[in-house]
T-cell receptor, first 109, second 114 residues
């Protein structure tokens, strides 16, 4: 079972930042936090991952709390194409990705 | 960006028939995976494959399922005798050795068992 807790759904206005929270209070020291998204039954798409430092790439930023028990994925300027289910996953080594139910983000014009 | 290719996009079969789902992973990738997603449910791990053998498999991946990399480019999932509950979207994924955090997923094959 997934080791993370995410809100089932969120709305965000187009052009605004989308902040998606994730709780992973039982994360262990060697587990990374990964974010994937799935746009309307397409294959999941990797977004970003991190261990303890904040990370940024061309898609998003990942903010991990100092105690690593929670994190936030930030899409800085959400567009309609960012409407998707976002999955927060904790994982160590080469273990399989275990997907939970994720957060359904709706970006509204 | 390179892509994982899956064929066919849709497959309809009769219960009890064998099906083979095909995937062409990204060319320099060495780890391969199958996942499935029943309509409205979570994406579920089935199997991982490396160096021509199964690395890990889930409880779903029973004796009815098998995987193969027959020719160095294709990666296939075979279901020997399909059941109604095998109806799902099946996703193939691959990753570069040492970069296993970033899985590249294909667009999936929708399998409908009648």
């Amino acid at each position: 079972d997934a080791k993370t807790t995410q809100p089932p759904s969120m709305d965000c206005a187009e052009g605004r930042a989308a902040n998606l929270p994730c709780n992973h209070s039982t994360i262990s020291g060697n587990e990374y936090v990964y974010w994937y998204r799935q746009i309307h039954s397409q294959g999941p798409q990797y977004i970003i991952h991190g261990l303890k430092n904040n990370e940024t790439n061309e898609m998003a930023s990942l903010i991990i709390t100092e105690d690593r028990k929670s994190s936030t994925l930030i899409l800085p300027h959400a567009t309609l194409r960012d409407t998707a289910v976002y999955y927060c996953i904790v994982r160590s080594g080469n273990t399989p990705l275990v997907f939970g139910k994720g957060t359904r983000l709706s970006v509204i014009a | 960006e390179p892509e994982v290719t899956q064929t066919p996009s849709h497959q309809v079969t009769q219960m009890g028939q064998e099906v083979i789902l095909r995937c062409v992973p990204i060319s320099n990738h060495l780890y391969f995976y199958w996942y499935r997603q029943i309509l409205g449910q979570k994406v579920e791990f089935l199997v991982s494959f490396y160096n021509n053998e199964i690395s890990e498999k889930s409880e779903i991946f029973d004796d009815q399922f098998s995987v193969e990399r027959p020719d160095g480019s294709n990666f296939t999932l075979k279901i020997r005798s399909t059941k109604l509950e095998d109806s799902a979207m099946y996703f193939c994924a691959s990753t570069v050795r040492g970069h296993y955090e970033k899985l590249f997923f294909g667009s999936g094959t929708q399998l409908s068992v009648l």
